[in-house]
């Protein structure tokens, strides 16, 4: 009766628990799609509905992202990775940081656009970037899962064309706030606020994009 080498039973394991990584990542950032997807619907409708599952959402990928951390500490300590492998577990453990924080950005989103009552004041520029944030963080989980670097680094540049419609959106609503009333500069302020959320929204996307090019290339952009 043959018996399997002790090397290629570690490997199997070590492949399988690969692939479990990747699953956690992508199911992760479906997550994280559908909360940016909730701030986008926020900034024409209000709801408490909107707000509690934001809320849900967020605190069930802090949890995934906390089990994922684990797992990637228990491969680490128990797997000893090669070169390759190891740059997808590390890569693994900032991809989840940075989907945290994203959470965290369209969590506090939500929370922005249910103080504002009146959704015609919203620039329509602002839901233009909560769309395209939304496309590219769908396209950078398809990157990494795919492990296509060609994608990694188009959504690096997208991303560069992106803040060109941030610093847009910016400057119009601080003019705004010169010619408005009191009660609506207020309003004028959260919604700056929104707008850096989503410019650091593109930006840790392209980090994250970043990184999967890092994973498969051993190369930084």
Do not use: W
């Amino acid at each position: 009766m043959e018996h399997e080498s002790p090397n290629l039973t570690t490997r199997v394991t070590l492949t399988r628990e690969l692939g479990l990584l990747k699953e956690s990542v992508s199911d992760i950032g479906n997550d994280c799609c559908t909360l940016l997807a909730l701030s986008t619907s926020s900034f024409t409708a209000s709801s408490d509905f909107l707000e509690k599952k934001a809320k849900e959402i967020y605190q069930k990928v802090r949890s995934e992202s906390d089990n994922l951390e684990s797992h990637c500490f228990t491969i680490l300590s128990l797997q000893q990775p090669l070169l390759k492998d190891l740059r997808l577990v590390v890569g693994v453990l900032r991809i989840a940081a940075h989907l945290t924080r994203i959470a965290s950005y369209s969590s506090r989103l939500v929370n922005i656009s249910g103080i504002i009552h009146d959704k015609s004041s919203i620039p329509a520029d602002l839901v233009s970037i909560a769309e395209n944030c939304n496309l590219m963080l769908r396209d950078v989980i398809k990157a990494f899962h795919s492990g296509s670097t060609t994608m990694a680094l188009e959504l690096v540049k997208k991303d560069k064309e992106n803040d060109l419609l941030h610093d847009s959106s910016f400057q119009k609503i601080i003019k705004r706030m010169t010619h408005e009333k009191a009660e609506l500069v207020e309003i004028d302020a959260q919604m700056l606020t929104s707008v850096r959320f989503l410019e650091r929204t593109g930006d840790t996307i392209a980090a994250i994009a970043k990184e999967v090019y890092f994973i498969y290339t051993g190369q930084k952009i």
